[in-house]
């Protein structure tokens, strides 16, 4: 995959952006087809740093209820990146 599709934004949180303040890792919402090497290597191509690691998570919102019925939540993915402690990113 192209690395300018698989990273979808940035989350900023007050967990991710602490996070990223004390232990080097951030967090991204990705594509849904895309997988820890595809992940890693856009992050290493788009921000030039040296990734260790990658943990993703596949998210769902709950139902939500209508006047004319549940609709179903969406799904997306994440991915918490582990750089390199020499590296940083920055988001701002």
Known sequence: MDPI???VRPIVTEKATWGSGHQNRFAFEVSKLATKTDIKQAVESLYKVRVLGVATQTRRLRNRAYAYGFVPGKT???????IHPEDKIELF
């Open 5 to 7: 599709h698989v990273i």
């Open 76 to 82: 997306w993915k994440r991915a918490v990146v582990k």
